[in-house]
């Protein structure tokens, strides 16, 4: 036990914790952000914290607390970070400000692709986008002479060749946990088969043979997975991974970095990526995007400093020291080869993932309903239609379908 | 005591209940009859959205809700009766999978899903908890007196442990490969994989729940088990009563009130059975009665939820936990009558 | 048992030991487990084979590692530490402190405690740990991995301190208002026969089976624009309740007041009425005899239901998940968005060390009352 080392390095790490580092704005305005709490979140809120006076809450309830936090008058955070989908309800509500006069003053190093614009304003800065794109052992697929698999046709037969010779039990992995999870599966899985959502008047259209299909490549996939696979979030499968005892499987690109991670991965160097399977249409993924909003329930002075400091936030000296944290899309990114897959995946035609209210209780529906397909207790056109039931249901209680 | 004395005792205690439970209730209770909804208008929208090199821009028609003049959603509230509660108990699915007599199709439901499982939940372990807790308390009462100490210490610990934290260290046992589950697998030499199927899933839940509650249950007998009038048992001996009856007819009698006390918080905890659900992420295979509810309730990604059936489930939620307590109720009822 | 007639035969006896190990076993062994896994690279922690895990071959590799001597030297250590402190302090205190100045001795006790504990775990036991090593060949070797830097991670980088601080505010809110207000009340009901007293019971008693996620769901937003509507009666001042521990504190003590109320009720129709009532008879008010003659007698069960009191805060996750923001965030949320956020392995064996963290408090809390917690229930806290 060295316990002098062990002290010497906590007065460090509380030295480090206090020290100002450069920020190029000296903010004095008090000023708090909220958003969710994952790593890329936690590097930019970190880069905002050293312009002085900012405080960040990373909680995993921001979905629940966000719409309500940013109406009160005055709005309990000055910044706030979403995504396609969470950007809704506060777009919806109008308590988001317009940024464009900001940007002008402010935002030169911004790029034209990071601004989200609904009818030609600004609403919100993105700084990363993420995507699910396939992810393999070069080494299994080496071995036994298989081509990297571009469609599920082929993820399917590769995975019967890997199990056959004895490779892993369970060549592939899946984030298929019941819940907003297994619903994204779906939603990828259907748009790779070029399905639309929704009829006019936000009727449910899902029940049609692109639906039918995409639930039975789901299923034919779980004959390959772990049998638990209806637990298995994002983070279990990367574990899966990391512990050698799956071959491939659709994930995250902000979990790339994970494989290579020498203190937690047994894979290291052996793990490729590529663009996510081809449906019969696109690839079977959909682009996410991580952005910064503003409070529109705030004085001008706050948004000016509000909107310096996010701008310090998701600067190239951030990205420089989180390179492979994300995707960025901020200037100065070095997409390495663990963002080959997520580049593969745009290239190879992926569609934003279609954000809307009604897609918010669809894609809830999804999440529920899919398990009873999956389990045996419906067949895929029952099930299709139980979720469309369901939705409508929802739907009418939302006031979205009349 | 009269009415200021015992309105001056009660008041603070009343008022906190009021505020924070009463207000709440009522409030869920009118808000299962109501639907409260922002008017949509639809409009048609050009969004932009970052691709990975480029912008993707599209056009569509969108369902937007209408502000007025201070920049608030126009909402209407409409009277629909007992449309949510119709909505939550789905009766027409029902009767379809009853004429077809299909239990399965019955248990596709979500409402009636949940109930079974909420039903075979709290009834399952209630004698289980009964049980293993009598059988704490008979243990640590004829254990020496001076491990007592630390044997009762131990057996706190799985009741003062947090949930949330118990349920993950089950998790982290028994998930994948955990290690209660390879140890199972290298005993019977097949792979098991205890969260791929609901009945294992279920047995874990309820083994866990004992687990959690017993202690509880344990120290209350055992400290009841001290107060057994030692002169009944050595005249049951006197009598010739065997080791079983003395306990049947002396010390089981005893413990009755206990019995019912523990009983009674039991129902009323295993009824409202939850932590299990989102600990274990049963939600693909069982799912319960009060995560319903929460369901919901939880705004979904683009913040719509759905109080009004919530409160209709929340509502018929406690019209079962008002079923359950009725027995328990009139014993006290009873002895309040008696008392008088 | 007092009489040899009820004495057991052996192997009933046995029996009975037997299953009361194995119970033991199933009781401690997820705390045990957890905490092996918390002082493990991820890489053992996570390992299939329950001998990695316990080993942490990996870790070891890292050159964080245990040696037998080690592990010797710190039983011994925290041997000593109780008995300085459980025995040999308190005795000290009383022969030497004069009897006025009690607390000056206590004081000066923990602080020499507290020095001596400092010099010998940074100075002393590093040196006899470094110069014994060589000489004890295999002995002294790191024979086990090991490493603390989990609980560095923790406790240091992620501030976890802060959300001690909140947890404690919390819990000692919830448990000194609970007690306070449910004593009353249950006072007020076990004196009052009236059919009032019983319907308030039934009611409460419908409240404690309330699903909590129905009630507290209501209270967001309603706490969130609390400064909007308390401004007509509040004016300028009028606060944000969302956020506050104060306000989190008021939900959980009335959350939690139908049990507290029925345990205190039933505690107190245990102790006879004949003794306030003499009490009245010499002229006491309601108020006085309660202050005089009950509260002396009712600590037991006060203690008893302040633990149950304790445990609902400390432990409580829905309600302080939704009503907190993160600034004032209480250790179990905390945790909870350790392990939700996109984590990776690394962070899920550090969120295992903040969980045997949380739970060393409650250790503590059982290790002294204990006694009393059987003590009360015996006295009759609980009668159904």
């Given at each position: 036990?060295?316990f002098r080392s062990?002290?010497?390095?906590?007065?460090?790490?509380?030295s480090a914790?206090?020290a100002?580092?450069?920020c190029?704005?000296e903010?004095?305005?008090?000023?708090?952000?909220?958003?969710?709490?994952?790593?890329?979140?936690k590097?930019?809120?970190?880069?905002?914290?050293?312009?002085?006076?900012?405080t960040?809450?990373?909680?995993?309830e921001?979905?629940?607390k966000q719409?309500?936090?940013?109406?009160?008058?005055p709005?309990l955070y000055?910044?706030?970070?979403?995504?396609?989908?969470?950007?809704?309800?506060l777009?919806?509500?109008?308590?988001?400000?317009?940024?464009?006069?900001?940007?002008?003053?402010?935002?030169?190093?911004?790029?034209?692709?990071?601004?989200?614009q609904?009818?030609?304003?600004?609403?919100?800065?993105?700084m990363?986008v993420?995507?699910?794109?396939?992810?393999?052992?070069?080494?299994?697929?080496?071995?036994?002479?298989l081509?990297?698999p571009?469609?599920?046709?082929?993820?399917?037969?590769?995975?019967?060749?890997?199990?056959d010779?004895?490779?892993v039990?369970?060549?592939?992995?899946?984030?298929?946990k019941?819940?907003?999870?297994?619903?994204?599966?779906?939603v990828?899985?259907?748009?790779?088969?070029?399905?639309?959502?929704?009829a006019?008047?936000n009727?449910?259209?899902i029940?049609?043979p692109?639906?039918?299909?995409?639930?039975?490549?789901?299923?034919a996939m779980?004959?390959f997975?772990?049998?638990?696979y209806?637990?298995?979030d994002?983070?279990?499968v990367?574990?899966q991974?990391?512990q050698?005892?799956?071959?491939?499987?659709?994930?995250w690109a902000t979990?790339?970095?994970?494989?290579?991670?020498?203190?937690?991965?047994?894979?290291?160097?052996l793990v490729?990526?590529?663009?996510?399977?081809?449906?019969?249409?696109?690839?079977?993924?959909?682009?996410?995007?991580d952005g910064?909003?503003?409070?529109?329930?705030?004085?001008?002075?706050?948004?000016?400093?509000?909107?310096?400091?996010?701008l310090e936030?998701?600067?190239?000296?951030?990205?420089?020291a989180n390179?492979?944290?994300a995707?960025?899309?901020v200037?100065?990114y070095?997409p390495g080869?663990?963002a080959?897959?997520?580049?593969?995946?745009?290239?190879?035609g992926?569609?934003p993932?279609?954000?809307?209210g009604?897609?918010?209780?669809?894609h809830?529906?999804?999440?529920?309903?899919?398990?009873?397909?999956?389990?045996?207790n419906?067949?895929a056109a029952?099930a299709?239609a139980?979720?469309?039931?369901?939705?409508?249901?929802?739907?009418?209680?939302?006031?979205?379908?009349? | 005591?009269?009415?200021?004395?015992?309105?001056?005792?009660?008041g603070p205690?009343?008022?906190?209940?009021?505020?924070?439970i009463?207000?709440?209730?009522?409030?869920?209770f009118?808000?299962?009859?109501?639907?409260?909804?922002?008017?949509?208008?639809?409009v048609e929208v050009?969004?932009?959205?970052?691709?990975?090199?480029?912008?993707?821009?599209?056009?569509?028609?969108?369902?937007?809700?209408?502000?007025?003049?201070?920049g608030e959603i126009?909402?209407?509230?409409?009277?629909?009766?007992?449309?949510?509660?119709?909505?939550?108990l789905?009766l027409?699915?029902?009767w379809?999978a009853?004429?077809?007599g299909s239990?399965?199709a019955f248990?596709?439901?979500d409402?009636?899903?949940?109930?079974?499982?909420?039903?075979?939940f709290?009834?399952?372990t209630?004698?289980?908890?009964?049980?293993?807790g009598?059988g704490?308390?008979l243990?640590?009462?004829?254990?020496a007196?001076?491990?007592?100490g630390?044997?009762?210490f131990?057996?706190?610990?799985p009741f003062?442990?947090?949930?949330?934290i118990g349920?993950?260290?089950?998790?982290?046992l028994?998930?994948?490969?955990?290690?209660l589950?390879?140890?199972?697998e290298?005993y019977?030499?097949?792979?098991?994989?205890?969260?791929?199927?609901?009945?294992?899933?279920?047995i874990?839940?309820?083994?866990?729940?004992?687990?959690?509650?017993a202690?509880f249950?344990g120290i209350?007998?055992?400290?009841?088990?001290q107060?057994v009038?030692?002169?009944?048992?050595?005249?049951a001996?006197?009598?010739?009563?065997?080791r079983w009856q003395?306990?049947r007819?002396v010390i089981?009698?005893?413990?009755?009130p206990?019995?019912?006390?523990?009983?009674?918080?039991h129902?009323m905890?295993?009824?409202?059975?939850?932590?299990?659900?989102v600990?274990?992420?049963?939600?693909g295979?069982v799912?319960s009665?009060q995560?319903l509810?929460?369901?919901?309730?939880v705004p979904?990604?683009?913040?719509?939820?759905?109080?009004?059936?919530?409160?209709a489930?929340?509502?018929l939620?406690?019209v079962g936990?008002?079923?359950?307590l009725?027995?328990?109720?009139?014993?006290t009822?009873?002895d309040h009558?008696?008392?008088n | 048992?007092?009489?040899?007639?009820?004495?057991?035969?052996r192997?009933?006896?046995?029996?009975?030991?037997?299953?009361l190990l194995?119970w033991?076993?199933?009781?401690?062994?997820?705390?045990?487990?957890?905490?092996?896994?918390?002082?493990?690279?991820?890489?053992?922690?996570?390992?299939?084979?329950?001998?990695?895990?316990?080993?942490g071959p990996?870790?070891?590799?890292a050159?964080?590692?245990?040696?037998?001597?080690?592990i010797?030297?710190?039983?011994?250590?925290?041997?000593?530490?109780?008995i300085?402190?459980a025995r040999?302090?308190?005795r000290?205190?009383?022969s030497?402190?004069?009897?006025?100045?009690?607390?000056?001795?206590?004081?000066?006790?923990?602080a020499?405690?507290?020095?001596?504990?400092?010099?010998?775990?940074?100075?002393?036991f590093?040196?006899?740990?470094?110069?014994?090593?060589p000489?004890?060949?295999p002995l002294?070797?790191?024979?086990i991995g090991f490493?603390t830097?989990?609980?560095?991670?923790v406790?240091?980088e992620?501030?976890f301190?802060?959300?001690?601080?909140?947890s404690?505010?919390?819990?000692?809110g919830?448990?000194?208002?609970s007690?306070?207000?449910?004593?009353?009340?249950?006072?007020?009901?076990?004196?009052s026969?009236?059919?009032?007293?019983?319907?308030?019971?039934?009611?409460a008693?419908?409240?404690r089976?309330l699903?909590?996620?129905?009630?507290?769901?209501g209270?967001?937003p309603?706490f969130?624009?609390?400064?909007?509507?308390?401004?007509?009666?509040?004016?300028?001042?009028?606060p944000?309740?969302?956020?506050?521990p104060?306000a989190v504190i008021?939900?959980?003590?009335a959350?939690?007041?139908?049990?507290?109320?029925?345990?205190?009720?039933s505690?107190?129709?245990?102790?006879?009425?004949?003794?306030?009532e003499?009490?009245?008879?010499?002229?006491?008010?309601?108020?006085?005899?309660?202050?005089r003659?009950i509260m002396?007698?009712?600590?037991?069960?006060?203690?008893?239901t302040?633990?149950?009191?304790?445990?609902?805060?400390?432990?409580?996750?829905?309600?302080?998940s939704?009503l907190?923001?993160a600034?004032?965030q209480t250790?179990?949320?905390?945790?909870a968005?350790?392990?939700?956020?996109?984590t990776?392995?690394?962070?899920?064996?550090v969120?295992v060390?903040?969980?045997v963290s949380?739970t060393?408090?409650?250790f503590?809390?059982?290790m002294?009352?204990?006694?009393q917690?059987?003590?009360?229930?015996?006295?009759?806290?609980?009668?159904?």
């Amino acid at each position: 036990m060295k316990f002098r080392s062990l002290l010497l390095a906590g007065a460090v790490a509380m030295s480090a914790g206090a020290a100002f580092a450069d920020c190029a704005y000296e903010n004095t305005t008090p000023l708090t952000s909220l958003s969710a709490g994952f790593e890329a979140w936690k590097a930019v809120t970190d880069a905002m914290a050293e312009c002085g006076n900012f405080t960040a809450s990373l909680d995993q309830e921001f979905r629940e607390k966000q719409p309500e936090a940013f109406a009160a008058n005055p709005s309990l955070y000055q910044i706030g970070g979403v995504a396609n989908a969470t950007l809704i309800p506060l777009l919806n509500a109008g308590s988001i400000r317009p940024l464009d006069d900001l940007i002008a003053t402010y935002g030169q190093n911004l790029t034209p692709n990071q601004m989200i614009q609904i009818d030609g304003t600004t609403y919100a800065i993105a700084m990363a986008v993420n995507a699910q794109h396939l992810m393999y052992r070069t080494d299994i697929l080496a071995d036994l002479n298989l081509e990297v698999p571009t469609t599920y046709a082929e993820v399917l037969a590769a995975a019967q060749v890997i199990r056959d010779a004895g490779v892993v039990e369970y060549p592939l992995g899946g984030t298929f946990k019941t819940g907003w999870n297994l619903g994204e599966e779906f939603v990828n899985m259907y748009l790779g088969e070029g399905g639309e959502f929704f009829a006019d008047g936000n009727m449910p259209a899902i029940n049609n043979p692109q639906g039918i299909a995409a639930l039975e490549t789901l299923l034919a996939m779980t004959e390959f997975m772990d049998p638990e696979y209806l637990v298995s979030d994002s983070t279990y499968v990367q574990q899966q991974f990391q512990q050698g005892k799956i071959a491939m499987a659709n994930l995250w690109a902000t979990r790339a970095a994970a494989m290579n991670d020498e203190a937690e991965s047994e894979v290291v160097g052996l793990v490729g990526m590529a663009s996510a399977p081809m449906g019969s249409a696109a690839p079977a993924s959909s682009l996410w995007w991580d952005g910064i909003v503003l409070a529109a329930n705030m004085t001008d002075e706050e948004a000016e400093a509000a909107f310096q400091v996010a701008l310090e936030g998701i600067d190239n000296e951030m990205v420089a020291a989180n390179n492979d944290t994300a995707v960025w899309l901020v200037s100065g990114y070095q997409p390495g080869e663990l963002a080959a897959g997520a580049a593969g995946t745009a290239q190879n035609g992926a569609v934003p993932y279609p954000a809307s209210g009604p897609m918010g209780i669809m894609h809830t529906e999804l999440g529920n309903g899919l398990a009873d397909y999956l389990n045996g207790n419906k067949d895929a056109a029952t099930a299709l239609a139980d979720i469309e039931a369901a939705y409508i249901t929802a739907a009418q209680e939302a006031g979205l379908i009349q | 005591m009269n009415f200021r004395t015992f309105a001056a005792f009660v008041g603070p205690s009343i008022v906190m209940m009021l505020l924070f439970i009463a207000f709440p209730l009522i409030s869920v209770f009118t808000q299962s009859f109501y639907i409260t909804q922002p008017i949509y208008e639809v409009v048609e929208v050009e969004t932009c959205t970052p691709g990975f090199l480029t912008q993707t821009c599209v056009t569509e028609e969108n369902s937007v809700p209408i502000l007025d003049e201070h920049g608030e959603i126009v909402t209407k509230t409409e009277f629909v009766g007992l449309q949510s509660y119709r909505n939550v108990l789905e009766l027409d699915r029902v009767w379809t999978a009853f004429r077809e007599g299909s239990w399965t199709a019955f248990q596709t439901i979500d409402f009636w899903k949940a109930l079974r499982f909420t039903l075979t939940f709290t009834l399952i372990t209630l004698p289980l908890n009964l049980g293993v807790g009598l059988g704490i308390a008979l243990m640590i009462n004829n254990a020496a007196k001076s491990i007592r100490g630390p044997v009762i210490f131990i057996s706190l610990l799985p009741f003062i442990i947090t949930p949330v934290i118990g349920a993950l260290s089950i998790n982290w046992l028994f998930r994948g490969d955990g290690i209660l589950t390879a140890i199972m697998e290298w005993y019977s030499g097949r792979d098991i994989a205890l969260f791929a199927q609901a009945w294992t899933i279920e047995i874990l839940m309820m083994l866990y729940r004992v687990w959690h509650v017993a202690p509880f249950a344990g120290i209350v007998l055992y400290a009841g088990l001290q107060t057994v009038n030692q002169d009944s048992l050595e005249s049951a001996l006197i009598d010739g009563a065997s080791r079983w009856q003395r306990m049947r007819y002396v010390i089981i009698p005893h413990l009755m009130p206990l019995i019912t006390f523990i009983s009674m918080i039991h129902l009323m905890d295993s009824y409202r059975v939850f932590e299990e659900i989102v600990g274990f992420s049963s939600q693909g295979h069982v799912i319960s009665l009060q995560w319903l509810t929460y369901d919901f309730l939880v705004p979904d990604q683009a913040g719509n939820r759905s109080i009004s059936r919530a409160s209709a489930s929340a509502m018929l939620t406690m019209v079962g936990i008002v079923i359950l307590l009725i027995a328990p109720l009139r014993r006290t009822w009873r002895d309040h009558k008696g008392s008088n | 048992m007092s009489s040899r007639a009820l004495s057991q035969p052996r192997s009933l006896k046995l029996t009975s030991a037997g299953f009361l190990l194995l119970w033991c076993i199933a009781a401690a062994f997820p705390i045990l487990w957890i905490t092996v896994m918390s002082v493990k690279s991820p890489v053992d922690a996570f390992d299939g084979n329950a001998l990695n895990v316990i080993f942490g071959p990996a870790t070891l590799a890292a050159g964080q590692g245990i040696s037998v001597l080690d592990i010797i030297l710190w039983m011994f250590s925290l041997w000593g530490a109780f008995i300085l402190t459980a025995r040999v302090a308190p005795r000290m205190v009383t022969s030497y402190a004069p009897p006025k100045a009690l607390w000056l001795g206590w004081m000066i006790a923990i602080a020499v405690l507290f020095i001596g504990a400092i010099v010998w775990f940074f100075s002393i036991f590093p040196g006899l740990s470094d110069n014994l090593s060589p000489w004890l060949g295999p002995l002294g070797r790191d024979g086990i991995g090991f490493t603390t830097e989990h609980y560095k991670t923790v406790w240091v980088e992620r501030g976890f301190f802060n959300n001690f601080q909140n947890s404690l505010i919390v819990t000692v809110g919830v448990v000194t208002i609970s007690l306070s207000v449910g004593t009353l009340a249950g006072y007020g009901l076990a004196r009052s026969g009236s059919t009032l007293a019983f319907w308030i019971l039934i009611i409460a008693l419908i409240f404690r089976a309330l699903p909590h996620s129905v009630l507290v769901a209501g209270y967001l937003p309603v706490f969130i624009s609390s400064a909007e509507w308390l401004a007509p009666i509040l004016g300028e001042n009028a606060p944000t309740l969302y956020g506050k521990p104060w306000a989190v504190i008021a939900v959980l003590v009335a959350i939690n007041q139908p049990f507290t109320i029925w345990m205190l009720r039933s505690f107190f129709q245990n102790i006879p009425a004949d003794l306030d009532e003499a009490a009245r008879v010499d002229g006491c008010s309601h108020f006085q005899a309660f202050r005089r003659v009950i509260m002396p007698v009712m600590w037991p069960g006060v203690i008893t239901t302040g633990l149950f009191s304790f445990l609902l805060g400390y432990n409580d996750f829905l309600v302080t998940s939704l009503l907190l923001d993160a600034q004032n965030q209480t250790m179990v949320p905390a945790i909870a968005g350790m392990f939700n956020r996109e984590t990776t392995t690394t962070d899920q064996v550090v969120a295992v060390a903040a969980a045997v963290s949380i739970t060393a408090p409650l250790f503590i809390l059982v290790m002294v009352f204990q006694r009393q917690i059987v003590s009360g229930l015996t006295a009759g806290a609980v009668k159904g």
